[in-house]
C-alpha cells in the first residue's frame, strides 16, 4: 500500500496551535490589567510567538493528509483577532495609548466584523492595531524591533506564496 502524502496528524496539531494563541491572549490580558508599561518586551515576544503559531498552524492543515475541518479551524481567525486585540488592551492600559479613543475604537471594530461579516473589512479594521507591538517596540525597545522586523521578513521570505494568497483573498473579499 502506497504511503499517503500529508501528515496524518496535521490538523490536531494546527488545533493545538490555535488554542496556543488563546492562552497567549490571556497572558497578554494578564500583563494588561497589571497596566505595566515593562511587560512591553513580553508582550511583543508573546506576540511574536502568537504569529509563529499562526503561520505554522496554516501549514499543518494544509498539510493534514485527511483535510478535516474542525471547529478550531473553523474559528481560527476569531482567535486571531482575540490576540490582537488583547494586545490593544495591553497597549492601553499599559498606558501607550489613550483608552477612550482605542476602546471606541474597538466597539467599532466590533461593529465592523458584526455588521459586514467580512474576513477582509476586519483585517482592514484590524491593521492599525497589528502593528501597535512593532511600533511601540521602536520607540521603546529598538533591538526588540529590530529583531520583530527580521523575523517579519523571514516570515514573507519563507511563506512568501502563502503571503500572496492572503492578500489576493483580502482583495477579492473587499470587492465583494
Known amino acids: 500500500m502506497p504511503q499517503e502524502r500529508g501528515l496524518t496528524r496535521g490538523k490536531e496539531l494546527a488545533d493545538l496551535l490555535t488554542l496556543s494563541r488563546i492562552f497567549i491572549a490571556a497572558v497578554i490580558l494578564v500583563a494588561a490589567l497589571r497596566r505595566d508599561e515593562q511587560l512591553l518586551v513580553r508582550v ?3 506576540t511574536m510567538v502568537g504569529w509563529t503559531t499562526d503561520i505554522l498552524d496554516g501549514r499543518l ?3 493534514d493528509s485527511a483535510s478535516r475541518k ?3 479551524g473553523d474559528h481560527e481567525f476569531v ?3 482575540l490576540m490582537v486585540y488583547a494586545g490593544m488592551v495591553y497597549f492601553m492600559l499599559a498606558g501607550f495609548v489613550p483608552v477612550l479613543p482605542f476602546a471606541l475604537y474597538a466597539i467599532f471594530s466590533a461593529a465592523v466584523a458584526r455588521i459586514w461579516m467580512r474576513k477582509s473589512y476586519t483585517m482592514a479594521v484590524a491593521a492599525p ?3 501597535m507591538p512593532l511600533i511601540f517596540s521602536f520607540s521603546q525597545a529598538p533591538l526588540l524591533a529590530w529583531i520583530f522586523l527580521g523575523w517579519i521578513v523571514l516570515a514573507l521570505g519563507l511563506f512568501w506564496s502563502r503571503f500572496k494568497e492572503l492578500v489576493r483573498g483580502f482583495i477579492e473579499g473587499v470587492e465583494r
Open 44 to 46: 511583543v515576544l508573546l
Open 61 to 63: 492543515a494544509s498539510a
Open 70 to 72: 474542525t471547529w478550531i
Open 79 to 81: 482567535v486571531d483577532m
Open 129 to 131: 492595531v497589528v502593528a
